[in-house]
């Protein structure tokens, strides 16, 4: 029943559970777009390799932050191109840390191992992030 006495008709969507990890990983992107903003701005600003970053974080990480936030949101609502943003903003997200990551390690000798431990973990965990949301069961459950 809604407030003006009427039988509200359910959705598809709201009789079946999510998949699991789906609520969760949807927060965890809207918090992660979120800080790659000022997180961004930060490693432009306080890294020596000042010039690179700035070209890389204006062309390519603030437009990947704001794609993965519209995602987030669009998968916390329920919406299927949701689904579809977060799959695009991931495969930018790959597309921008990769070879920065690979170009990074090879020019700069300062923090290498640091570097390299943190570019593996970003790599690793936007994989598994792009392969969750690419399951056919995501798509079903939003349809």
């Given at each position: 029943m809604t407030d003006d006495g009427?039988?509200?008709c359910p959705t598809f969507a709201m009789l079946q559970q999510p998949p699991r990890g789906y609520v969760t990983l949807a927060r965890l992107g809207l918090v992660?777009?979120?800080l790659a903003?000022?997180?961004?701005?930060?490693?432009?600003?306080?890294?020596?390799w000042r010039t690179p970053n700035l070209v890389v974080g204006a062309s390519a990480v603030l437009p990947t932050a704001v794609v993965g936030l519209v995602a987030s949101?669009?998968?916390?609502?329920?919406?299927?191109?949701?689904?579809i943003l977060a799959i695009v903003a991931l495969a930018m997200a790959l597309a921008v840390?990769?070879?920065?990551g690979i170009v990074?390690?090879?020019?700069l000798s300062e923090g290498r191992l640091v570097t390299a431990l943190l570019s593996g973990l970003l790599w690793s965990a936007t994989t598994a992030a792009l392969v969750f949301w690419c399951r056919p069961?995501?798509?079903r459950y939003l349809i």
């Open positions: 009427s039988i509200a992660a777009n979120a903003i000022p997180v961004g701005l930060g490693v432009i600003l306080l890294d020596s949101i669009g998968l916390l609502k329920w919406r299927a191109w949701g689904q840390a990769l070879p920065y990074r390690l090879a020019l069961c995501i798509r």
